[in-house]
């Protein structure tokens, strides 16, 4: 099943699925036929995990087996974020053996290949082989949905929950760096495409992300927030943060280097010591 997806009727129709209604907002997507949708050059396998795309946007996600022999091993299957030997090996035959889905939800529906009983809203775990290449502090398909970024479904209202923290601090900070264009207000790098967005934050100049005034904010690209300070570069040095930045730098090394941006050599010394 697949919610809120614009436009999408043609897609669904190509991998089987039939169209549903959509409207704006955070997508929530299960049911994807993984080897349709990769064969229609839709799946894409990335640094942090496997993306599917339409109409240029890009939708972070994994796959898992839809029907696998629950009764038979007494376990449910675990999920996929890279191409690891066991995926790599099918894609290599050209051929599932079995059939993967694509989503992004936190729980999904499986079918036991041999009795055919449904198993509803079930939480799967992390494959070990992709945790050795991603790890990310993620263990199950709830620790994934919970990193995806939901802005979209923020409410408008700001709100402040019992500990302190700003309620829809995810739309504060994409209305802000909408407002600068995502533009890096340190080297003045902007995006060169719409999916690469992910790599400018909002920073917090006084170190406090309950202080939402403009005045303490800034639009940062990745590169430029990592370096800001010593605390920044220690919370940066996170697997899934390393990956993003060297994903950034790979993009976007022409355009620092034509800028001069400050950290560029700073971060190809670290990365080769």
Request: hydrophobic share 25%; with cysteine; aromatic share 14%.
């Amino acid at each position: 099943m697949l919610y809120q997806f614009d436009k999408l009727s043609k897609k669904l129709d190509e991998w089987g699925f039939p169209s549903l209604k959509s409207s704006s907002g955070f997508r929530i997507i299960k049911g994807i036929d993984f080897e349709k949708a990769y064969k229609a050059g839709s799946i894409s396998f990335e640094d942090d995990g496997i993306y599917l795309e339409y109409e240029g946007k890009k939708y972070r996600g994994y796959m898992f087996i839809k029907e696998p022999y629950i009764s038979t091993y007494g376990s449910y299957p675990k999920f996929h974020l890279t191409r690891c030997h066991i995926i790599r090996k099918f894609i290599e035959e050209g051929k599932f053996k079995e059939r993967y889905e694509w989503s992004n939800s936190n729980v999904n529906d499986l079918i036991d290949k041999t009795t055919r009983k449904e198993y509803k809203d079930q939480v799967l775990v992390y494959c070990g082989y992709c945790k050795r290449e991603i790890f990310d502090s993620i263990e199950t398909t709830e620790d994934f949905f919970d990193k995806l970024d939901k802005s979209d479904i923020e409410k408008n209202n700001i709100e402040v929950d019992i500990f302190g923290y700003v309620r829809g601090k995810e739309k504060i900070s994409k209305d802000y760096r909408e407002k600068r264009n995502y533009t890096c207000e340190s080297c003045g790098i902007a995006p060169k495409a719409a999916i690469h967005r992910r790599y400018w934050h909002t920073h917090h100049i006084d170190g406090d992300k309950t202080n939402n005034k403009e005045s303490n904010l800034q639009c940062l690209c990745i590169l430029c927030h990592c370096y800001k300070d010593p605390r920044h570069e220690e919370n940066f040095n996170k697997n899934r943060m390393k990956i993003e930045l060297k994903s950034f730098i790979k993009i976007y090394r022409d355009e620092l280097i034509k800028i001069q941006n400050p950290f560029l050599k700073k971060y190809d010394y670290e990365s080769q010591s």
